[in-house]
Nanobody, 119 residues
Framework: QVQLVESGGGLVQPGGSLRLSCAAS????????MAWYRQAPGKQRDLVAI???????NYVDSVKGRFTISRDNAKNTVYLQMNSLKPEDTAVYYC?????????????WGQGAQVTVSS
């Protein structure tokens, strides 16, 4: 079992920056792929960025060059650095941990962190 707790959301002006953190409890954090998703009002939850257990990252096109996902396995924490924020980045951001092990898919979610980009 993995529990995820996000922090760092808030209100920021367009062009500003925020860093989200996701602290994980439980064992073997380093074996999980970690991801950030977001869900705007009235829309589905979409993948924003993912980082594998090996440290390889990938991003949705709309955030490439502006967002950076990273992980610190010693601290059981994954981060999302968000720069040059736009109003369309406004959403609830969710942390996700997932792993396929011995034929079983493990998938965990945090409670979400609100990010609002507005002047």
């Amino acid at each position: 079992q993995v529990q995820l707790v996000e922090s760092g959301g808030g209100l920021v002006q367009p062009g500003g920056s925020l860093r989200l953190s996701c602290a994980a409890s439980g064992r073997a954090f380093g074996n999980y792929a970690m991801a950030w998703y977001r869900q705007a009002p009235g829309k589905q939850r979409d993948l924003v960025a993912i980082i594998t257990s090996g440290g390889h990252s990938n991003y949705v096109d709309s955030v490439k060059g502006r967002f950076t996902i990273s992980r610190d396995n010693a601290k059981n924490t994954v981060y999302l650095q968000m720069n040059s924020l736009k109003p369309e980045d406004t959403a609830v951001y969710y942390c996700n941990a997932n792993q396929l092990a011995l034929g079983t898919f493990y998938n965990y979610w945090g409670q979400g962190a609100q990010v609002t980009v507005s002047s």
